[in-house]
């Protein structure tokens, strides 16, 4: 029998070609060509040919037939191919009804997730709502350890309900749903109560967050004022987490110089700093990803499940704006979000 040997390596380029016999005329190849180059520009049709004229014939269609040898069980070939094929096409469809069977899980899980954290958040604000006027009510006539007990119970409901909204942001996020309600806002004032909200955890651990914001009133921001809250409470709940008792974070708000924005206007520049325990190089590529976290526990063991930064990161994006991180082991983080800022009304 005439014929030819092929060795090939794993991404199908000859290494070596032998010859049983006389060969096979015509095809010769040097080591690296790909195996299917053989048989020259109708690869696919002049392959099969080279292995049976009848199956050739067969595939008419792909290109013209090749007068060889038949080779013994090259119809048992052409059979157990057929089969082959018949198998993947079967799992092709299996594969495509599985796929369809998890969408809709996973769609039931986002809608059963968005739900349970939509009826959560009512209640913590109640919470919240009624230690804040106990404290106001009975101010004077608290002790100290009753005073306490109420921070505790405004601080634990807070931190939750940022958990609670993370839920709601991933669930959305998921199915493709984030919207904003983007509007006007005066960013300087959407700051300042943010932070004065955010002193009530900082205050569990004695830190103290300083603020600072331009004299001069900044253009008006085109923002969803409720996503801006929620990037504020997940930057500065981080930095209180990863810093020292006793430690200060800083806030600062400026009006980003020389950068072009959205209509008109330029860019604010928000910066939340702390000197806490920083983060790793490694870990740093990482950050913004979903439950991305880093090897370091808070310092006083607080977890984390790695969602914050990551909805932090579409918030921004979605603005139209970007985030970064600048943080090293020993020297603290800094987190800077650009955003875009919209010109003032005459």
Known sequence: MDGLV???????????????????????????????????????????????????????????????????????????MTLLNNELANVQRALAKANAELAASNEQKNRLMGMLAHDLRTPLQVVV???????????????????????????????????????????????GRLRLARRPSDLAALVRRNVSMNRVLAEGKCITIELSVPERPLPMADVDPAKLDQLLNNLLSNAVKYSDRGGRVRVALSEAAGEVGGEGGGRARLRVSDDGRGIPPAELAQLFQ????????????????????????????????RITADSAPGRGSTFTVDLPLVASSP
């Open 6 to 80: 092929l060795t090939c390596d794993h991404d199908g380029r000859l290494r070596a070609l032998h010859r049983v016999g006389a060969g096979l005329p015509g095809l010769t190849g040097k080591p690296g060509t790909p195996f299917p180059a053989l048989f020259g520009p109708d690869a696919v049709a002049g392959a099969l040919d080279a292995l049976n004229p009848r199956l050739a014939r067969r595939l008419a269609p792909l290109g013209s037939a090749v007068a060889t040898p038949e080779l013994p069980g090259a119809d048992a070939l052409f059979d157990e």
């Open 129 to 175: 709502g009624f230690a804040e006027l106990l404290e106001q009510r009975l101010d004077g006539r608290l002790e100290a350890t009753e005073r306490a007990c109420l921070e505790r119970i405004r601080e634990s409901s807070l931190s939750m309900r940022h958990m609670v909204e993370d839920a709601l942001s991933l669930a959305a996020l998921q199915a």
């Open 290 to 321: 979903p439950f991305a976290r880093t090897g370091r526990l808070g310092t006083e063991g607080e977890g984390t499940v790695g969602l914050g930064l990551y909805i932090c990161r579409s918030i921004v994006e979605g603005h139209g704006g």
